[in-house]
C-alpha cells in the first residue's frame, strides 16, 4: 500500500543522487538543459500539467534554467503519449517527460506494448492524497454511508474519476475491497479531467467522485461538493475532512508524480538532469509550489527511483486484477 510514511522513509536514497552534483551537474551539462522540455502526456489542466507549470514557474524563479516548453499529449492515462515521447523524443538530453501513478495503471490496463520502464526515470517529486466528494444535496453524510448503499447494490453508486485503471480508480476499488465488497462490482466512470468529472458532479449525473485533493478543493471550500473523505494517513491540517481509517475502512493512499527523461541519452545529460530536480527540490520557489498546490515533498531520485517504479508495477498490478483490469 502506498502512503506517506513509506514515501518519507524511502526518501533517504535520494542523497544518493544528489552526490552526483559536484563532478556530473557540469558547465556542458548544465548549458544543455538551460532550455527544458517538458512532456505531458495529458490534456492541460489535470495533475500532470500542474506539476510541469509548476516546474517552469519554480525553475525559472530559481535561475535555474533559462526557459522551458511544455509539449501536450493527452488520451488513455499517458498510453497515448508515452510511444511519442519513447519513439521520437530519444536521446533528447534537456527533455523531462512527468507522469506516475496513473501512467502505471493505464499502461496495465490498456495492455500498452511500451512500457514506462523504457524511459529513465530521474526523480520521483510530490504526492497527493485522494479525495471522496459526492453533491451537495446528496443523502450521503458519511463514507460509512456510501459504502454501505454500495454494499447493498453496487449498480446504483457510480464513482466519477479519471483515466480507468488510474489513482482514482485503485482507491475505489481498495474501498470496495477493504470494506468487504467485490471491487470488481464497482461502477466507475472515467473522464479526461477534472473538469468533466466536476461538470457531472454538479449535475447529479454520478453518486460520488474521486480525484486528487487538488482538482476538489476549491470546489469544496466553495460548498459546490462536500468531501467524505481523504486517502491520507491523517487528518490533514487546515483540512477538516475525515480519513478513510478513521471511518473504519483500512485504506490510504498517495498520488505520486514524477519526472522521467526519454531514453538514449547519456549517463552525463542523466546525472545533469537529477541534479537539475534535485536543485529545485530545494529552492524556495519549488517549495512554495508545493505549499500552494498542497502536495507532499516525496523526492527520490536516480536508481533508488527506478526500484520503486519497478516495485510499484508489481504493486499496482496485483490491485487492478482486483479491479478485473489486469
Same mark, same amino acid.
Given at each position: ?29 548544465? $548549458?544543455?538543459? *538551460? ?6 502526456? /495529458?490534456?492541460? &489542466? +489535470? !495533475?500532470?500539467? %500542474?506539476? #510541469? ?125 477493504? $470494506?468487504?465488497? *467485490? ?6 466512470? /472515467?473522464?479526461? &479531467? +477534472? !473538469?468533466?468529472? %466536476?461538470? #457531472? ?126
Amino acid at each position: 500500500m502506498i502512503n506517506r510514511r513509506s514515501f518519507l522513509q524511502s526518501t533517504v536514497s535520494a542523497g544518493a543522487a544528489a552526490a552526483l552534483l559536484p563532478t556530473a551537474f557540469g558547465r556542458d551539462a548544465q $548549458a544543455a538543459i *538551460d532550455s527544458l522540455q517538458l512532456f505531458v502526456p /495529458a490534456n492541460p &489542466g +489535470g !495533475g500532470w500539467d %500542474q506539476t #510541469a507549470r509548476s516546474m517552469e514557474q519554480a525553475l525559472k524563479q530559481a535561475n535555474l534554467i533559462k526557459g522551458a516548453q511544455v509539449t501536450n499529449v493527452g488520451g488513455a492515462g499517458g498510453a497515448v503519449g508515452l510511444p511519442q515521447f519513447v519513439n521520437q523524443w530519444k536521446g533528447r538530453g534537456n527533455a523531462l517527460m512527468v507522469a506516475g501513478m496513473v501512467m502505471v495503471g493505464a499502461l496495465i490496463t490498456n495492455k500498452s506494448p511500451v512500457k514506462v520502464t523504457q524511459t529513465v526515470p530521474i526523480a520521483r517529486l510530490t504526492g497527493e492524497f485522494e479525495v471522496i466528494v459526492v453533491p451537495p444535496n446528496s443523502p450521503f453524510k458519511t463514507l460509512p454511508d456510501l459504502v454501505a448503499a454500495f454494499k447493498a447494490d453496487p449498480t446504483k453508486v457510480s464513482w466519477a474519476g479519471g483515466s480507468a485503471g488510474g489513482t482514482d480508480h485503485i482507491l475505489a476499488g481498495m474501498i470496495a475491497k477493504a $470494506a468487504g465488497g *467485490d471491487a470488481k462490482k464497482v461502477a466507475y466512470v /472515467a473522464y479526461s &479531467g +477534472g !473538469g468533466p468529472a %466536476q461538470a #457531472a458532479l454538479l449535475g447529479s449525473q454520478v453518486t460520488c467522485g474521486v480525484s486528487g485533493w487538488g482538482e476538489f478543493s476549491e470546489q469544496i471550500k466553495a460548498g459546490k461538493l462536500r468531501a467524505l473523505a481523504i486517502s491520507a494517513d491523517k487528518r490533514q491540517p487546515g483540512i477538516d475532512v475525515p480519513t478513510i481509517k478513521e471511518q473504519g475502512i483500512d485504506v490510504e493512499l498517495y498520488n505520486w508524480r514524477g519526472v522521467f527523461a526519454p531514453p538514449g541519452i547519456k549517463d552525463a545529460e542523466k546525472a545533469a538532469l537529477i541534479g537539475l530536480m534535485t536543485q529545485m527540490k530545494d529552492s524556495a520557489p519549488w517549495k512554495d509550489q508545493l505549499k500552494t498546490r498542497e502536495w507532499t515533498d516525496i523526492f527520490l531520485a536516480g536508481d533508488a527511483y527506478g526500484k520503486y517504479l519497478d516495485d510499484e508495477i508489481a504493486r499496482i498490478e496485483a490491485i487492478l486484477k482486483d479491479l478485473g483490469l489486469a
